[in-house]
């Protein structure tokens, strides 16, 4: 089945900066959407942003502005360019593929996590 391998994690000062990237391997069936959450201590893991095929975006409002998901398609990448990092922005991130299986139902798929600490 499909592997998502994330990395860029790592830990920052408030204001920083990071870039956390995913790939996708072994994936056959069409990918819906690419997207990332997350998910801090005590919390649901919530969507942070997310890109279609189409190059459209979702961002949860909490990132508007400071964040932005991109795409490499020949790569089957995913990224996440994460600006202006706040300490609430303090938690493991996922990847996650959405695709279709030939029964047309939707599946996901998630990484392993990168922990991404925002902190003086």
């Known amino acids: 089945q499909g592997q998502l391998v994330e990395s860029g994690g790592g830990l920052v000062q408030p204001g920083g900066s990071l870039r956390l990237s995913c790939a996708a391997s072994?994936?056959?069936?069409?990918?819906?959407?690419m997207a990332w959450y997350r998910q801090a201590p005590g919390k649901q893991r919530d969507m942070v942003a997310r890109i279609i095929s189409g190059s459209s975006t979702t961002y949860a409002d909490s990132v508007k502005g400071r964040f932005t998901i991109s795409r490499d398609y020949a790569k089957n990448t995913v990224y996440l360019q994460m600006n202006s990092l706040k300490p609430e922005d303090t938690a493991v991130y996922y990847c996650n593929v959405a695709i279709k299986n030939f029964l047309g139902n939707v599946l996901n798929y998630w990484g392993q996590g990168t922990q991404v600490t925002v902190s003086s």
């Open positions: 072994g994936i056959i069936s069409s990918i819906v959407t």
